[in-house]
């Protein structure tokens, strides 16, 4: 079956950066549309950011515009998110998904991964 491992969370201090993971396995990773989601405590979730099959088209939220990257490696069926200036507000748990568009990516819950705990705080 669709199995998305997420890795890579932590506890990181504001400015800082991480790198997080998503382990694909049960599907064809390499023509699947990717995304990450977030959830931050007492918030909905938010989708962060969309990647196309082969890497090329990238799609972010604002929030997080020129700060975050997200890539792929198809020969490794993994999905990244590098994180870089972090705040307080990108603290959340962060979902690894299939998809590319927010509005269908967020409407089905049951497509993310189990998510990795991401904190940022002095």
């Known amino acids: 079956e669709v199995q998305l491992v997420e890795s890579g969370g932590g506890l990181v201090q504001p400015g800082g950066s991480l790198r997080l993971s998503c382990a694909a396995s049960?599907?064809?990773?390499?023509?699947?549309?990717m995304s990450w989601v977030r959830q931050a405590p007492g918030k909905g979730p938010e989708w962060v950011s969309g990647?196309?099959?082969?890497?090329?088209?990238?799609d972010y939220a604002d929030s997080v515009k020129g700060r975050f990257t997200i890539s792929r490696d198809n020969a490794k069926n993994t999905l990244y998110l590098q994180m870089s200036r972090l705040t307080h507000e990108d603290t959340a748990v962060y979902y690894c998904?299939?998809?590319?568009?927010?509005?269908?990516?967020?409407?089905?819950?049951?497509?993310w991964g189990q998510g990795t705990q991401v904190t940022v705080s002095s």
């Open positions: 049960g599907f064809t990773f390499g023509s699947a549309d």
């Open positions: 990647i196309s099959p082969s890497g090329l088209t990238t």
């Open positions: 998904a299939t998809g590319r568009r927010p509005g269908p990516v967020l409407a089905r819950r049951a497509q």
